[in-house]
């Protein structure tokens, strides 16, 4: 679970943690999260201090397969999540 308490900002309130689920994190405020509502819904981002990227080779810095099961076949493989030249 999120150990974190969420900003104190009145813009971020209304969205913050609302539509998606923490899968885990990866160290030093570097966290995966499953979007579940919105246009976003059933893809994978890495959310931490400097920014968010989504995950999948249609976002152009990984070659797997968008969405929670190229996360999961990923991690099960144990290769790394960017891969693609940048």
Do not use: N, Q
């Not at 969420?6 to 966290?31: I, K, M, Q, R």
């Not at 201090?49 to 990984?62: H, K, L, R, V, Y």
């Not at 397969?65 to 290769?79: I, S």
Request: glycine fraction near 12%; charge should be negative.
């Amino acid at each position: 679970m999120y150990d974190e308490e969420p900003p104190e900002d009145a813009d971020l309130d209304p969205v913050y943690h609302h539509g998606s689920v923490v899968l885990g994190t990866d160290g030093c405020g570097l966290y995966w999260y499953l979007v579940v509502s919105g246009r976003h819904r059933g893809h994978i981002w890495m959310i931490c201090d400097i920014g968010a990227a989504p995950f999948g080779a249609e976002f152009g810095s990984t070659t797997a397969e968008p969405g929670f099961a190229g996360r999961v076949r990923r991690w099960a493989a144990d290769k790394t999540c960017y891969d693609a030249e940048c």
